[in-house]
């Protein structure tokens, strides 16, 4: 008689953003069942995350609030969780740091204790979204092939704080409660679910509407600085294979190269025939950061060594995804809006 292996179960926080949407898909299509820890209050990302992704099911809560991840956690039983949830937006996070603190910082340390107070150390393996904005991006700090698990923290905006807050206290439960705890540091990973308010997207979603003759130009901040873009879905892959390694660990994920906003802009309205990016850009001082990370360049080695991840979509593919996905979009929309 066949014997059957029982249904591992993850539960995601984060899960309307975009790794969770990515991380979501994946988990899903390795079989496992997938709880959402989704905001409630008429959240309005709910029902297109249930149009898109029916297989979630949903708990609502709030990473503030304690009781919230206990019920969840009563109710999920998971063999793993994810936790993406956060204030992930950098330039918001100068206008809301108290805001980001709370989510960023103090949610992670929610989570982790709250796993330990429901008895669960021992049986759930952890995720912890880190970021390579801890990193500050300042040159005494990164070794000449990027920064890696043994560089040090410098970082230049309230998430990066909020983040580093939340790594150094995933890694203390880990030592010091022996739980299975892994930490993420993920450079710049961008894909179709990036949220428009995102550099990235905020571009091919313009060049799309450029395209389409329904806007003129996208207003920007600095151009010049230089990011290690990879794809969401490559990076996802490497969430789990975290939770598979059989020593919890810190891993950077990241593509070991740069390219500069320039870059982005020059592939991207190139995909709508315009050689030319200058014409469709106005800078506006509104959207530049009162303290600027200048490069960010990640090193992989370790993640590629230990787990066997290696990402799978160069920069040119990238972009070029993103932005064959908005014309698509918005081509869709203009034709049902022209009737």
Same mark, same amino acid.
């Given at each position: 008689?066949?014997?059957?292996?029982?249904?591992?179960?993850?539960?995601?926080?984060?899960? !309307?953003?975009?790794?969770?949407?990515?991380?979501?898909?994946?988990?899903?299509?390795?079989?496992?069942?997938? =709880?959402?820890?989704?905001?409630?209050?008429?959240?309005?990302?709910?029902?297109?995350?249930?149009?898109?992704?029916?297989?979630?099911? $949903?708990?609502?809560?709030?990473?503030?609030?304690?009781?919230?991840?206990?019920?969840?956690?009563?109710?999920?039983?998971?063999?793993?969780?994810?936790?993406? @949830?956060?204030?992930?937006?950098?330039?918001?996070?100068?206008?809301?740091?108290?805001?980001?603190?709370?989510?960023?910082?103090?949610?992670?340390?929610?989570?982790?204790?709250?796993?330990?107070?429901?008895?669960?150390?021992?049986?759930?393996?952890?995720?912890?979204?880190?970021?390579?904005?801890?990193?500050?991006?300042?040159?005494?700090?990164?070794?000449?092939?990027?920064?890696?698990?043994? *560089?040090? &923290?410098?970082?230049?905006?309230? =998430?990066?704080?909020?983040?580093?807050? @939340?790594?150094?206290?995933?890694?203390?439960?880990?030592?010091?409660?022996?739980? +299975?705890?892994?930490?993420?540091?993920?450079?710049?990973?961008?894909?179709?679910?990036?949220?428009?308010? &995102?550099?990235?997207?905020?571009?091919?979603?313009?060049?799309?509407?450029?395209?389409?003759?329904?806007?003129? =130009?996208?207003?920007?901040?600095?151009?010049?600085?230089?990011?290690?873009?990879? =794809?969401?879905?490559? +990076?996802?892959?490497?969430?789990?294979? $975290?939770?598979?390694? !059989?020593?919890?660990?810190? +891993?950077?994920?990241?593509?070991?190269?740069?390219?500069?906003?320039?870059?982005?802009?020059?592939?991207?309205?190139?995909?709508?025939?315009?050689?030319?990016?200058?014409?469709?850009?106005?800078?506006?001082?509104?959207? $530049?950061?009162?303290?600027?990370?200048?490069?960010?360049?990640?090193?992989?080695?370790?993640?590629?060594?230990?787990?066997?991840?290696?990402?799978?979509?160069? +920069?040119?593919?990238?972009? *070029?995804? $993103?932005?064959?996905?908005?014309?698509?979009?918005?081509?869709?929309?203009?034709?049902?809006?022209?009737?």
């Amino acid at each position: 008689m066949q014997v059957m292996t029982p249904q591992k179960v993850a539960l995601v926080t984060g899960i !309307t953003g975009q790794d969770g949407k990515h991380l979501s898909t994946f988990l899903h299509d390795k079989g496992y069942l997938v =709880y959402g820890f989704i905001r409630g209050q008429n959240n309005p990302r709910r029902a297109e995350l249930e149009a898109s992704h029916p297989f979630v099911k $949903m708990i609502e809560g709030d990473l503030t609030d304690p009781t919230s991840i206990v019920q969840a956690l009563e109710v999920a039983n998971p063999d793993e969780v994810y936790n993406l @949830g956060a204030i992930s937006h950098v330039g918001y996070s100068f206008k809301n740091p108290s805001l980001t603190a709370e989510v960023t910082g103090k949610g992670v340390l929610n989570v982790l204790e709250s796993v330990r107070i429901t008895g669960r150390a021992e049986k759930t393996r952890i995720y912890q979204a880190s970021t390579s904005e801890m990193f500050g991006g300042l040159d005494y700090n990164r070794p000449g092939t990027g920064y890696n698990e043994d *560089s040090l &923290f410098h970082p230049r905006s309230p =998430y990066g704080v909020a983040k580093l807050y @939340g790594h150094w206290t995933a890694k203390n439960y880990r030592e010091s409660y022996g739980m +299975f705890v892994s930490c993420g540091i993920l450079f710049n990973h961008e894909g179709e679910h990036r949220g428009v308010e &995102f550099v990235t997207r905020k571009i091919t979603h313009a060049v799309a509407r450029i395209k389409y003759g329904l806007q003129e =130009y996208v207003e920007l901040g600095d151009l010049w600085p230089k990011r290690d873009w990879g =794809y969401a879905g490559d +990076f996802v892959k490497g969430m789990w294979l $975290m939770l598979q390694h !059989t020593e919890p660990d810190d +891993f950077v994920l990241a593509t070991g190269e740069t390219h500069s906003i320039e870059d982005f802009l020059a592939l991207a309205f190139a995909e709508i025939g315009e050689s030319d990016w200058r014409p469709y850009v106005r800078q506006n001082p509104a959207f $530049m950061r009162p303290a600027e990370v200048d490069i960010l360049l990640g090193d992989p080695s370790k993640a590629e060594r230990v787990l066997g991840w290696h990402r799978e979509v160069d +920069f040119p593919t990238l972009v *070029s995804r $993103m932005v064959q996905h908005d014309l698509a979009r918005v081509g869709v929309a203009t034709e049902a809006s022209r009737g």
